[in-house]
C-alpha cells in the first residue's frame, strides 16, 4: 500500500456512479478539495483537504465495504501527494481515446440515464456550440449513444471541450463523448431517433428504427418499464441502484402484485416474520396463513416490480429448515378479512423512504446480517445474547456512521442469518426498535 497521502485513489467507479456519489462517499471524514474522474479506467483520484482526513476514510472502508449505486469500490492511497492543475489535465488526457483525431462528427453515450434523451434535447444540449447538421441515436451494449454532426470540426472540438463529463439533468444522464471516425451521417428518416436539421423533407419511419446502419436498431431503452415514458424517472434510478441494469432473471414488467409462499413451518411461522424478511424487497400491503393448508401463505407487495424481486431472491431460501417455495398467486390481491394481517399503514415497511435507496440492499439471504437503529451505548456482548439463540456467530462488529450506532454480525450460515433476521427484525433493544437486513459484505 502507498505511504498516506490526502489524495485518495478509487477503483471500480463505474459509469453510473457520479462525483456526487464519491464525495457523499468521503464527505463525512473531511472536506473534499479536487476529485478527477478517469472514466477510462472506472477509477477516480479525490484529494481531501489534509492527509488525516484521508486517513480516517481509508481505515474506515478497510473495515466496511464501500457499495455506491449496488458496487462495491476500492478505496486506497494514492502515489500522489497532491493533485495539481497539470496533472488533472494529464488524467484528463490519457483517458481519451489515443486513436480518435478530431472530427466534426461526435460519438456521446449516456450513462445513468434516468430520464428520456430525445433528438430534441441532444440538439438543445449541442447546438449553442455550433450548427448541428444532423443526429442519430441508437442502443448498444455501452448503452444509450448518439452520433452528433457539426458542421464543421471547430464547433465540435468546443463542444466536446465543453460538455465532456457533465450531466444534462442534474445528478444524471451524464455525457461521455469522444471523436467518431466517420466521416458523413447517413439519415434516412426524421423522427425521434434520427434527424437531418438540413434536409426536413424527408420522410418519418412508422417502425421507429435506427436508421445508421452498423449501430443497432434495438428498442429506444435498453429497458422499457411497463409504467412507460411518465414512469422512467423513478425506474431509471432504480435501475442506477442495481449497478445499472435489472438483476438476471428480472424483468422489471411484472404486474402481479401478490406471492404464494409455501413449504414453511407451520409452528415456527406468523404473519409477522413473513413481513420482516418480505419487507426487505418492497412494501407490505397485506399478509394471509392459509389455515387449510398451514405450510401456505399470501403475500401481497407494493407493485408488480418488488413482487417480483421478492420471488427472484427468496426461491428456494431456508427458513427453520424448510426450503420455501415463491411463485405467483392466480390471486391479483387479497381480500380483506379478520383472518388478514394489514401492513399498509406500518412504519416499519422500509420502502416509505427512500425507497430508490432500499433497492440498492436487495439481494438473496446471506450469512452476514446488518443492524442498524442501535442504542447509542449497547455493548457488543448485549447484541449477541440478543442473537444467539439463532446461530453459530462467527465474527460481529460494533461501528457509528454519522453518529448512529451500527452492527454487522456473521453467521455460520444463510438459514441461521435469515432466521436472526425474520426473528429479530423490529424488536426491541433497551427501548431502540432496531432494522436487520442482509449484507453483501463477505467478511468483517
Known sequence: MSDPSKVLHIRNVGHEISENDLLELV????????????????????????????????????????SVRGRNVYIQFSSHQELTTAEQNSHRQKGADQDSQPNRILLVTIHTMLYPITVEVLHQVFSPYGFVEKIVTFQKSAGFQALIQFQSQQNAVEAMNSLQGRNIYDGCCQLDIQFSNLSELQVNYNNERSRDFTNSSLPTEQRGRSSQAGYGDG?????????????????????????????????????????????????????????????????????????????????????????????????????????????????????????????????????????????????????MIHISSLPQDIAEDDLLTHLEEHGTIINSK?????????????????????????????????????RISFSQLQSI
Do not use: W
Not at 474522474?37 to 466496511?64: G, I
Not at 405467483?328 to 435507496?357: M, Q, W
Not at 450460515?413 to 433476521?421: G, I, P, R, Y
Open 219 to 367: 428498442g429506444y431503452y435498453g429497458y422499457q418499464p411497463h409504467g412507460g415514458r411518465g414512469a422512467y424517472g423513478q425506474m431509471g434510478a432504480i435501475l442506477a441502484a442495481f449497478g445499472g441494469s435489472l438483476p438476471p432473471g428480472v424483468t422489471g414488467t411484472n404486474d402481479r402484485c401478490t406471492l404464494l409462499v409455501t413449504n414453511l413451518d407451520p409452528d415456527k411461522i406468523d404473519e409477522d416474520k413473513l413481513f420482516n424478511l418480505f419487507s426487505i424487497y418492497g412494501n407490505i400491503v397485506r399478509i394471509k396463513l392459509l389455515r387449510n393448508k398451514p405450510d401456505h401463505a399470501l403475500v401481497q407487495m407494493g407493485d408488480g416490480f418488488q413482487a417480483e424481486l421478492a420471488m427472484h431472491f427468496l426461491k428456494g431460501a431456508m427458513l427453520f429448515g424448510k426450503r420455501m417455495e415463491v411463485n405467483f398467486s392466480k390471486f391479483p390481491h387479497i381480500t380483506p378479512s379478520s383472518d388478514v394481517h394489514e401492513y399498509t399503514g406500518s412504519s416499519l415497511n422500509r420502502f416509505n423512504n427512500n425507497a430508490v435507496k432500499n433497492y440498492r440492499y436487495c439481494c438473496s439471504p446471506t450469512k
Open 27 to 66: 464527505q463525512q471524514f473531511g472536506i473534499v478539495n479536487k476529485l478527477v474522474m478517469l472514466r477510462a479506467k472506472n477509477q477516480a483520484l479525490l484529494q481531501m483537504e489534509d492527509v488525516s482526513s484521508a486517513v480516517s476514510a481509508v481505515e474506515y472502508y478497510t473495515s466496511v465495504q464501500p
Open 398 to 434: 460494533l461501528f457509528e456512521v454519522n453518529g448512529k450506532t451500527q452492527a454487522l454480525v456473521l453467521f455460520d450460515d444463510e438459514e441461521q442469518a435469515t432466521e436472526a433476521l425474520v426473528c429479530k427484525h423490529a424488536s426491541t433493544i433497551n427501548r431502540s426498535v432496531i
